[in-house]
């Protein structure tokens, strides 16, 4: 197999495609974003929730993720895109506004597989092993006043990861959600 095409399949199965927790968390960005903000948004994987926000708000947005199939999707789809884990390589400071839809799955470790598909999908054995590493480091790059949109699963316990936010300096209010029969999605909105 050719490296293009090889290349070309690990977008097409190496890289989370928007589902119902993709579009929530650019309907709620969509709603709360200005023009003039710049916007980070961490783990892109498709960059659909990058793309709604620069096409129907006008923000500049910078799509990251630690998946490289991710990055160069994001850059197919014109978007400007980093590869990055988590907020590591941004400056201090930086954005208006950092939007997340994190690996949230409880996973068994036993139950684990060492690809990119696994690793968008599986938030460790309580759902959050991406999402307080997100907690503890995001306040760096959040400009003064800057907002955080972070996804939810009630798999993860909404209300734990509210908690955690706390720890780190943030006030968390639910800007939407939407229930479905194995889960309730929730964005929350984390301000310091």
């Known amino acids: 197999m050719g490296k293009d095409l090889a290349e070309r399949r690990g977008l097409e199965t190496d890289v989370y495609q928007p589902a ?19 916007v980070l948004e961490v783990g892109t994987g498709s960059g659909y929730v990058a793309d ?3 096409t129907e708000v006008g923000a500049r947005v910078v799509a990251a993720d630690v998946n490289p199939y991710a990055t160069r999707n994001a850059r197919d789809r014109g978007l400007e ?6 907020v590591s390589p941004f ?4 954005f208006d506004a950092v939007a ?18 696994e690793r968008a999908l599986s938030g460790g054995e309580d759902g959050r092993a991406v999402i307080d590493p997100f907690l503890e480091t995001v306040s760096r790059v959040l400009a003064p006043g800057g907002v955080v949109l972070l996804l939810v699963s009630s798999l993860t316990g909404v ?8 720890e780190e300096g943030f006030s968390a209010v639910a800007v939407a959600d939407e229930s479905f029969p194995f889960e309730t999605l929730t964005v929350l909105e984390l301000v310091r």
């Open 159 to 166: 209300d734990a990861v509210v908690e955690r936010a706390g």
């Open 100 to 117: 997340f839809n994190p690996p949230y799955l409880p996973t068994d470790p036993d139950h684990e597989w060492d690809d990119w598909m």
């Open 52 to 54: 709604r926000i620069a």
């Open 91 to 94: 400056r201090a400071d930086t």
């Open 81 to 86: 895109a980093v590869q990055a884990d988590l």
């Open 20 to 38: 119902e927790d993709s579009q929530l968390l650019a309907d709620a960005a969509c709603d709360r974003l200005e023009t003039e903000d710049l």
